[in-house]
Structures are given as structure tokens and as C-alpha cells.
């Protein structure tokens, strides 16, 4: 958090579980965006920081501010209110949770294929948020992922495997993602796609959006909506029957379905990808090997962690993977 200075003046205060923040504003600070400010001097990101002024619930001399472009002056006491995260009657249950590693920061898991990561319409129990909420509790979860996402920094699809990192606080929650999205942090993929990758290694750098015709799913769009996608692909394996290849994946962004995405563009396939793939090749590897699911494990994350110690985790490769690779050998 930053500290007293020349510039401002900080003090954070707590009680009844909500987080009240006190900041001065100073010379330096005239005319700037009460959002921008906020943002600037608070572990809060500006869309968060937005979110909580129109929600009333940021003051300036004692005067609620409901603008997150209100020009500031020298000298403006500001009090930010940040309320606890409402958790929408989320039940948290005892489900068993494979702790890679954990401090007074972040939790590290290693998330099963099958485990949806948090609730949605369709999934009100069993998610990955359920079991952390009983193993954590709502207080040890940041709240800056929203109601339905408390811990949440970044996402795996519920049939992806591998390395999830959880922030406890909102500061933690802050610093992960801002090295999400600045591109700071190295995340890799091992993937199993139909047919036979011709390079050794290659990338795909193209936009990705949503299907018009399909909500659900993405595609790679030109669209002013769409935005950047960068993946680097490397040729691990080549086999024979059925002809496919074993890629490691590193995404460079984080958009949703990248890989799986960027893969099936170019004419791989993930193997096991309903949305994306191809029915009839899923529906005969199924029969054939050990797999029933999409074949997509996140191997390992490296990350700065936010008390300043870089590390990398990685994840084994599930049995279901393993066992479809060694059959595959034959």
C-alpha cells in the first residue's frame, strides 16, 4: 500500500469487516480524475475504483461523489468505503482441493478436469470458489473478482486442468492481475491437437471475439469488440495413429479459449474439444483411448508474488493424459 509522502497523506481503517480508506490530496493531484487518483494511491484497480463510486460509496468533504471524473483540488479529504464481498448465498462445501502452495497472500491449487471454477447460472455448487469459501473463508477471499468470483484472478475452462493461483486480499488480487495483463507473467499449456504440426515451433496472433451467432463460444474476429490474442506454439511429439501432435502451449494473453481457439483456426484441433473440433475424430478417439474430455492441462505458472519472490508452479499431468499419451506409443 503506499505510504505517507509529500504528495498525500494514507491511513487505512477497518471495522465491522469493511475497508475504509482516508486519502489527502495535494497539489499534484488538482484537476486529475477522482477514478484515476484512487486508482493511483489505493491496492484498488480504476474499474474498481469506478464501480465503487457509483455506488456511493466514496466522499469528499463528508459529501458523497458519484462521478468517477470529478476534477480534484488540493487539499480534498477522500474517503473510500470498500464493502466486504457479497457472495449471493454461495454455499461453501468440503471438497477436496490439491494446495500446491499457500502464504498469507495467495493460494496455488492444482485444479481438477471437471471442476467448474466458479458459480454461474448452471453451476450453483461444486465450483472451485464453493471449496475455497470452506477452506478459506469469505474473508480470506479478495473481493475485487465480484460476487460470484471472490479470489478469482484468472480462469481454466471446467474440463482444463493444472496451475490456478487464488488472492487472498485486494491487494494481492491487484498485483497478480496487473502482471496478467501487462504480460509479466509466463504461463504454459500441454496440449494434444488432431493432425501434423509441419514447424517445430510457431505462433498464432490473431484477435479473438465473440460469436455473434454463438454467445457461448469465441472466434477469431476482426471486430472492433475483439481484442489481441498471442500464442507461441512448440512441437513436443508426433504420432502416428491417429495422426496427431503434442504442443506445448505458452498464451502470451489471456483470452477466453485462446488456445483452443487459435488452434482449431489454423486447422489443429484440440483433441476432445466439443465447441471448437471435430465430432466425429472426438467421438472415435473416445472409443479408442483413455480420454473423455478435452485433452488441455495448464503445465505451469511463473509469477511475481506479492511479497516480491518470483516462483514458478507446476502441475503433473493428470492420469487420464498420461494414460492417452503412453497409449498412443502402441
Not at 158 to 184: C, F, N, P, W, Y
Amino acid at each position: 500500500m503506499p505510504q505517507s509522502s509529500g504528495i498525500f497523506a494514507y491511513r487505512a481503517m477497518t471495522w465491522k469487516g469493511d475497508s475504509t480508506h482516508v486519502l489527502i490530496t495535494a497539489e499534484d493531484d488538482s484537476s486529475k480524475r477522482l477514478d484515476i487518483f484512487l486508482a493511483e494511491n489505493t491496492e484498488f484497480s480504476r474499474s474498481f475504483c469506478q464501480k465503487l463510486i457509483a455506488e456511493e460509496q466514496v466522499t469528499i468533504a463528508k459529501k458523497v461523489v458519484t462521478k468517477a471524473s470529478y476534477a480534484l483540488s488540493d487539499g480534498q479529504e477522500i474517503v473510500l468505503a470498500v464493502p466486504p464481498p457479497k457472495l449471493l448465498n454461495i454455499i461453501a462445501e468440503d471438497i477436496p482441493l490439491e494446495i500446491m502452495y499457500e502464504d498469507a497472500d495467495v493460494v496455488v491449487v492444482n485444479k481438477k478436469p471437471g471442476m467448474v471454477v466458479h458459480p454461474d447460472e448452471t453451476h450453483s455448487t461444486g465450483t472451485l470458489v464453493n471449496a475455497l469459501l470452506f477452506y478459506l473463508g469469505a474473508e480470506k477471499l479478495s473481493g475485487i473478482g465480484g460476487v460470484r468470483r471472490p479470489g478469482i484472478v484468472h480462469r481454466l475452462d471446467k474440463d482444463t486442468s493444472g496451475v490456478m493461483i487464488v488472492a487472498k486480499h485486494d491487494r494481492a488480487h491487484r498485483l497478480l492481475s496487473e502482471q496478467i495483463a501487462a504480460r509479466k507473467c509466463t504461463k504454459i499449456y500441454k496440449t494434444l491437437v488432431f493432425g501434423k504440426v509441419a514447424h517445430q515451433e510457431f505462433s498464432v496472433d490473431s484477435p479473438i471475439g465473440r460469436d455473434p451467432e454463438d454467445g457461448k463460444k469465441m472466434r477469431i474476429s476482426g471486430a472492433a469488440a475483439a481484442k489481441s490474442a498471442l500464442t507461441h506454439f512448440t512441437l513436443e511429439h508426433f504420432y502416428l495413429t491417429p495422426i496427431s501432435s503434442y504442443l506445448k502451449a505458452q498464451i502470451v494473453t489471456g483470452r477466453t479459449h485462446q488456445i483452443r481457439v487459435h488452434l482449431s483456426s489454423i486447422g489443429f484441433p484440440v483433441v476432445g474439444d466439443p465447441p471448437y473440433g471435430n465430432e466425429k475424430l472426438n467421438a472415435k478417439f473416445f472409443k479408442e483411448f483413455p480420454l473423455q474430455r478435452i485433452f488441455l492441462h495448464a503445465e505451469s505458472l511463473e509469477i511475481v508474488l506479492p511479497n516480491g519472490k518470483k516462483r514458478k508452479f507446476s502441475a503433473p499431468m493428470p492420469l487420464d493424459l498420461v494414460k492417452t499419451l503412453e497409449a498412443l506409443e502402441y
